[in-house]
C-alpha cells in the first residue's frame, strides 16, 4: 500500500539500568574472616511496544513524550541478587510502526492484533564478588556496575487504515468511485487490471465527517489459487470496517458475481464474509431506463444502484456508507 501516514509522534524510551552487583563478606560469629558473599544485581525493566486493536490513534502519546523503564536492583549480601525490574508496557493501535530516529531503522512492525516486541532492551545486573571468588583469590574486592538500559530515540508512526474497502471483479469501477467520491486520482481505464496497487482516498460524507476509502485490484475466480493477480492483495482490506461490493450492471449474472467475489474472500480469509457489507451495482446509465426498473424490481431493495459518472445514486450510496459506520460505533460503545 502506498505509505499514507496520519499519524506521527516522537518519543524518548529508556529501558531500566541492570542493578550493580554487590560486594560483601560473611560476617558471622566465630568466623574471623568469612568468604565472599555479594550477590547480583537485578535486570533493568525493557520498554515493550504492544498491540492494543481498541486504539485507533497515537494521540496519547503527543501528551507524554518520555518513556522510562525501572531499574534493576542492587544484590545484597548473603548472596542475594537485587529484583528485575518489571518492564514498562506502551499501548500501540494496530498498524503502528517504531522506527529509530537515529539510524532510520525499522525496530517494530506492529501489523498483527497481537503483536509483542522489545523495543528498548533492559541492561543486565552487575555480578556480585561472590562471583568472582577462585582458588587464587578467595577474596575478591571486585563487584560489576550494572549494564545501562538501551536509550532511544523513537518516532512513532501509524499506517492509515481504511474503513471502506471496494470489492469488485477487474474492470466494475471501483476506481471510477473512489475518483468521484474523494481526490484520489487512481487510474481509470477500459481493460481489466488497470489497478495493480490499492489506493486510497478519503470521502467526505458530510461537513466534519470522513472515512477513508480503499480500491484494491480487480478479483476473479480462481484469484485464491494465483489467476489473476491473485489475491494477496486482500490483506489491504483485511482490517477495513466495511466492504462494499461492486458490480457492473451488465454483468449477466449478478447473483453468481456476487457469490463469485464472497467465494474468493472467503478463501483467502473466512472471517471477511462476517464483515458489514452492502452491495452496489453501478454503470446505471449503460442501461435503458426501462431495464433498470426491470432489474431493480428483480432484486427488490436490497441492492444500491449507481452511476459514478451521472452521480445518480451517488448521495444514496454515501449515506448507507455512512449509516454503516455509524452503525459500528454504536455497536463497539461498551454500554
Ligand atoms: N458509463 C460508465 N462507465 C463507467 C462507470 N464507472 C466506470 N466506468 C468505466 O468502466 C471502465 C473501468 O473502470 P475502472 O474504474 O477502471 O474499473 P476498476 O474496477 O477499477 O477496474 P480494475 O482496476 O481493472 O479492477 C472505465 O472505462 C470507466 O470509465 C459508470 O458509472 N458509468
Ligand atoms: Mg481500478
Known amino acids: 500500500m502506498r505509505a499514507v501516514f496520519i499519524d506521527y509522534v516522537e518519543i524518548k524510551a529508556a529501558a531500566g539500568n541492570g542493578g550493580a552487583g554487590?560486594?560483601?563478606?560473611?560476617?558471622?560469629?566465630?568466623?574471623?574472616?568469612?568468604?565472599?558473599?555479594g550477590g547480583d544485581g537485578g535486570r533493568g525493566g525493557d520498554i515493550?511496544?504492544?498491540?492494543?486493536?481498541?486504539?485507533?490513534?497515537?494521540?496519547?502519546?503527543?501528551?507524554?513524550?518520555?518513556?522510562?523503564?525501572?531499574?534493576g536492583r542492587p544484590?545484597?549480601?548473603?548472596?542475594?541478587?537485587?529484583?528485575?525490574?518489571?518492564?514498562?508496557?506502551l499501548r500501540l493501535p494496530v498498524g503502528t510502526i517504531v522506527i529509530d530516529r537515529e539510524t532510520g531503522a525499522m525496530i517494530a512492525d506492529l501489523d498483527d492484533p497481537d503483536a509483542r516486541e522489545i523495543i528498548a532492551r533492559g541492561g543486565t545486573g552487575g555480578r556480585g564478588n561472590a562471583y568472582f571468588k577462585s582458588p587464587?583469590?578467595?577474596?575478591?574486592?571486585?563487584?560489576?556496575?550494572?549494564?545501562?538500559?538501551?536509550?532511544?530515540?523513537?518516532?512513532?508512526?501509524?499506517?492509515?487504515?481504511?474503513?471502506?474497502?471496494?470489492?469488485?471483479?477487474?474492470?466494475?469501477?471501483k476506481s471510477t468511485i473512489l475518483a468521484t467520491f474523494s481526490a484520489a486520482r487512481p487510474k481509470i481505464a477500459d481493460y481489466p487490471f488497470t489497478t495493480l496497487v490499492p489506493n486510497l482516498g478519503i470521502v467526505r460524507l458530510r461537513e466534519f465527517k470522513s472515512c477513508v476509502m480503499a480500491d484494491i485490484p480487480g478479483l476473479i475466480e480462481g484469484a485464491a489459487a494465483g489467476k489473476g493477480l491473485g489475491h494477496q492483495f486482500l490483506k489491504h482490506i483485511q482490517r477495513t470496517r466495511l466492504l462494499v461490493y461492486i458490480i457492473d450492471v451488465n454483468e449477466p449474472d449478478v447473483l453468481r458475481t456476487l457469490g463469485v467475489l464472497q467465494q474468493e474472500l472467503a478463501d483467502f480469509d473466512h472471517t471477511l464474509l462476517d464483515r458489514p457489507s452492502f452491495v452496489v451495482i453501478t454503470k446505471i446509465d449503460t442501461i435503458t431506463q426501462r431495464d433498470l426498473k426491470k432489474l431493480s424490481n428483480n432484486?427488490?431493495?436490497?441492492?444500491?444502484?449507481?452511476?459514478?459518472v451521472t452521480?445518480?445514486?451517488?448521495?444514496?450510496?454515501?449515506?448507507?456508507?455512512?449509516?454503516?459506520?455509524?452503525?459500528?460505533?454504536i455497536e463497539r460503545t461498551p454500554g
Open 299 to 308: 432484486f427488490g431493495g436490497g441492492y444500491l444502484w449507481l452511476s459514478a
Open 48 to 71: 515493550v511496544a504492544v498491540t492494543d486493536p481498541n486504539l485507533s490513534t497515537l494521540l496519547d502519546y503527543r501528551y507524554r513524550r518520555h518513556y522510562r523503564a525501572e531499574n
Open 136 to 173: 587464587t583469590n578467595q577474596a575478591p574486592r571486585e563487584a560489576q556496575p550494572g549494564q545501562a538500559g538501551e536509550k532511544r530515540k523513537l518516532a512513532l508512526e501509524l499506517k492509515l487504515l481504511a474503513d471502506v474497502g471496494l470489492v469488485g471483479q477487474p474492470n466494475a469501477g
Open 22 to 37: 554487590c560486594m560483601s563478606f560473611r560476617r558471622e560469629k566465630f568466623v574471623a574472616k568469612g568468604g565472599p558473599d
Open 311 to 329: 452521480g445518480m445514486g451517488a448521495e444514496k450510496f454515501l449515506l448507507e456508507v455512512e449509516r454503516q459506520l455509524d452503525q459500528q460505533r
Open 75 to 89: 544484590g545484597e549480601g548473603s548472596l542475594k541478587t537485587g529484583k528485575s525490574s518489571s518492564d514498562m508496557v
